[in-house]
């Protein structure tokens, strides 16, 4: 069998293989992807179904206790302007300290996942998205590239294989005139 067939047939099942693989590892990653798209989801809608019931709760609650003051008072019309106002205040009070409420949840957040990187503000998340993004399209232009390569030098077959294959095919000739004699 001809030296480069024999190459070119180890590369086709070796593509093929890769192939394989890739597939296999896009069907593993799609499922991981769908399990913590899942687990998200689910748990989504729990903390949705609770926020919903501590709103109402905190409704309630708010309403008694603006009705407790205004009957103290002797206002109810005060009583409710003092709630309000004490919610605002507690708005305010999350708005400024907003930063240090989200560099907390990223950083629970992040004890909780396997990054060896620790964030504390959304925009150093999305700095780091972006690199591993350009990272990842380097790489592969980079494989794009010796594949291309490989194939040209695989193509067009150089001046020393073609010398070995035709001395092969002369060795051959020669043993076989030899042990014909």
């Known amino acids: 069998m001809n030296p480069l067939k024999a190459v070119k047939k180890g590369l086709k099942e070796n593509l093929s293989l890769t192939q394989d693989l890739a597939n296999q590892a896009y069907d593993y990653l799609e499922l991981r992807l769908f399990v913590q798209l899942s687990s998200v989801a689910s748990s989504l809608v729990k903390i949705l179904l609770f926020g919903v019931l ?68 959304i925009n150093q998340l999305e700095n780091e998205l972006k690199k591993r993004d350009l990272e990842r399209q380097t790489t592969r232009e980079q494989l794009k590239l010796n594949y291309n390569r490989f ?31």
């Not at 194939?151 to 042990?179: F, M, N, Q, V």
């Open 54 to 121: 501590a709103i109402l709760a905190l409704i309630f609650a708010s309403i008694a206790l603006s009705i407790f003051i205004g009957e103290q008072l002797e206002n109810f019309t005060l009583g409710f302007l003092l709630v309000a106002a004490g919610h605002l205040l507690l708005a305010l009070g999350i708005i400024l300290l907003r930063k240090q409420i989200e560099r907390q949840l990223i950083c629970l957040l992040g004890a909780k996942s396997n990054f060896s990187r620790k964030f504390s503000s």
């Open 151 to 181: 194939e040209e030098s695989i193509a067009s077959p150089s001046l020393s294989t073609i010398a070995l294959s035709l001395l092969g095919k002369i060795g051959i000739d020669y043993l076989k005139k030899r042990l014909t004699k």
